[in-house]
């Protein structure tokens, strides 16, 4: 089993000095490393959440997986957003890249690319939604 079994990831830059707030976007979706299944809806926190959803799980998973410099990542932790599906919780994780510039190149080579939320039309309603959070504590300094 994978720790993306039942997680998912928003990657975002943000540019300090032009206030500029950039996502990663794969095909129709910006969750990596798949769009949640169809069934999916948002949930509370489960009660009883084990380490399968733990930052550091999902922090070391990414850097496993597709290579990306830890020292480079920061989870947002104010970003708590849940989902559920037949298969179980879902939980969405935004992670900062903390890079002067967005690293386009580490994206590129997953199938991805950064964009603006202006950019995001034609997503999924519920993806649209996770962004509109994750862009508002972005934007907040969160």
Known sequence: ??????????????????AASLFARYGSSVLMPA????????????ADIDELYAA??????????????????????GFQEWMGCAAGPIRI??????????????IE??????????EMRGMPMIELNLLRRAFDLVMSGG
């Open 1 to 18: 089993m994978s720790v993306f079994d039942h997680n998912r990831v928003i990657l975002c830059h943000f540019d300090n000095y032009s």
């Open 35 to 46: 769009p949640l299944p169809e069934d999916a809806v948002a949930i509370a926190a489960p």
């Open 56 to 77: 550091d799980a999902v922090m070391a998973a990414l850097v496993a997986q597709y290579g990306f410099v830890p020292v480079e990542l920061a989870h947002a932790d």
């Open 93 to 106: 994780h935004l992670v900062k890249f903390t890079t002067l510039d967005a690293p386009r190149a580490a």
């Open 109 to 118: 080579s997953h199938g991805g690319v950064f964009k603006p939320i202006s």
